[in-house]
Each structure stands twice: as C-alpha cells, then as structure tokens.
C-alpha cells in the first residue's frame, strides 16, 4: 500500500515538474490557462517562446514556479506586478523590445502579441 502511494506522489512530482508555460499554477494567470486546451502552434516554435508573456519559456516566471524563485532570491522582483523585475514590462517597456528582438533573431520576424500587453 505505501509503494503505491510512493509511485503515485513520484508520478504527480514528475507530471508537475514537466510543466511549462500555461500549465503552471503558480501564477493567477496560468490557472486560467491550466483549465484551457494547449494552443497550438502553427510557426515551429513550440517549446521556446512563452507567447502569453513574451519571452523564451526557460525563462518565464509567470510559468515556471522555479525561475520566479531564484529571482526572487536574487532581488529581481516587481512586488507592484507579480513579476520579476527584469521581466516587468510595464515599469520596464524596454524590456520587452529586448526579449523581442531575441525572437526576430530566431525568426526573423515580430514576435506574437502578448497576452499581457494591456496590463497597467
């Protein structure tokens, strides 16, 4: 009885941990998306851009639970926003052409619109 209990936590841990952008719940924003089916991607770049926040998903801490963490821990945080502050679009909108000109390097062309580009 334990073992199956173990199993079935390890599963979860690991079904958790495979997460990425929209399948997260650590974010108000991401359990609305958690609900939601997967958008699909038509561009061929699934797995590399978080398009809901634009910026690469490896580094998306509206999405992922463990980047938001280490910058937190490193002082890099918008209190106001939810967000780290490297990330903050709005107090920050270079930010963001930053992080888009990384897509127009892969892509060669503008990145999606945000979903967030509305926020104040």
């Not at 561009?43 to 910026?55: L, M, P, Y």
């Not at 963490?69 to 909108?93: I, L, T």
């Not at 270079?94 to 503008?110: I, N, R, V």
């Amino acid at each position: 009885m334990w073992s199956r209990m173990l199993l079935l936590n390890l599963l979860t841990f690991a079904a958790i941990a495979q997460s990425g952008c929209g399948a997260s719940t650590s974010h108000p924003q991401a359990q609305d998306q958690a609900n939601s089916p997967a958008p699909v991607s038509t561009d061929g770049h699934d797995g590399w851009w978080c398009a809901e926040h634009g910026i690469p998903e490896d580094r998306c801490a509206l999405c992922n639970s463990q980047v938001a963490a280490e910058r937190k821990s490193k002082g890099d945080w918008c209190s106001q926003h939810d967000r780290p502050d490297s990330q903050c679009f709005v107090c920050h909108p270079e930010q963001a052409k930053q992080f888009a000109a990384l897509y127009e390097a892969k892509f060669g062309k503008a990145p999606p619109p945000r979903d967030d580009e509305g926020m104040n």
